[in-house]
Each structure stands twice: as C-alpha cells, then as structure tokens.
Nanobody, 126 residues
Framework: QVELVETGGGLVEAGGSLRLSCAAS????????MAWFRQTPGKEREFVAAVRYNGGHTYYGDSVKGRFTISRDSAKTTVFLQMNNLKPEDTAAYYC???????????????????WGQGTQVTVSS
C-alpha cells in the first residue's frame, strides 16, 4: 500500500517561507520520481516542482523558479519543498505525487503520476 503524507502547510505573510514535507511509505523510494503540484478551486492542477528518482535532475514551474527548491532524502523516504519569498498567488492546496516511470517520464504532466497525497493547504496573506 503506497501512502504519501504531506505536512508543513499553513498561513504565512507575503515574503515569508514555508517548508513542505512528503513522507512516502510502501514504495521503493529510490525508484520513484517525486513531484509537487498545487491547485486552487476551479483551476487545473499546476506543476510546481519535480525531482528524478536518483536525485540527478530537478524541474520547476516558471512561476516558482528561483523561489522554491525541491529536494529528497532517501534515508527518510521524504521529499521536501522549500518555499521562499512567498506571494499571495502561491495560495493553494499542495499535493505530493510519485511516479515510477524513470528517466523518460514527463514530470510536468500530472497524468504521469500514479500516487498522490491528500494535500496540504498553503495560504499567503498580503
């Protein structure tokens, strides 16, 4: 049974920082590409960041590049999203996702991912 559990969301003022965590269980962590997506009501899920199964490559959405950093800790089977200089438009539910597609997976496409967490809410006040 694969389980992804996100933590770390909350309310923060614009310009502040948050660190999201996604703890994975039931998977051979080093075989999975991991990603973060976000979604607001009435909108499609938006790609935020991804890291390949071996940690060799990271990818970012244009709106978060230079402010967010994705990383993974194999020993803890956890992926992190460090979010700095947060803006009100970053307000969303953030979801962790896992994909065993390897190096050929299209990491920016939410349809790539087999497993999803329940989400954690991030609210940035102006």
């Amino acid at each position: 049974q694969v389980e992804l559990v996100e933590t770390g969301g909350g309310l923060v003022e614009a310009g502040g920082s948050l660190r999201l965590s996604c703890a994975a269980s039931g998977v051979t962590f080093n075989r999975y590409n991991m990603a973060w997506f976000r979604q607001t009501p009435g909108k499609e899920r938006e790609f935020v960041a991804a890291v390949r199964y071996n940690g060799g490559h990271t990818y970012y959405g244009d709106s978060v590049k230079g402010r967010f950093t994705i990383s993974r800790d194999s020993a803890k089977t956890t992926v992190f999203l460090q979010m700095n200089n947060l803006k009100p438009e970053d307000t969303a539910a953030y979801y962790c996702a896992a994909d065993r597609g390897g190096i050929l997976s299209t990491v920016r496409d939410p349809n790539t991912y087999e497993w999803w967490g329940q989400g954690t809410q991030v609210t940035v006040s102006s």
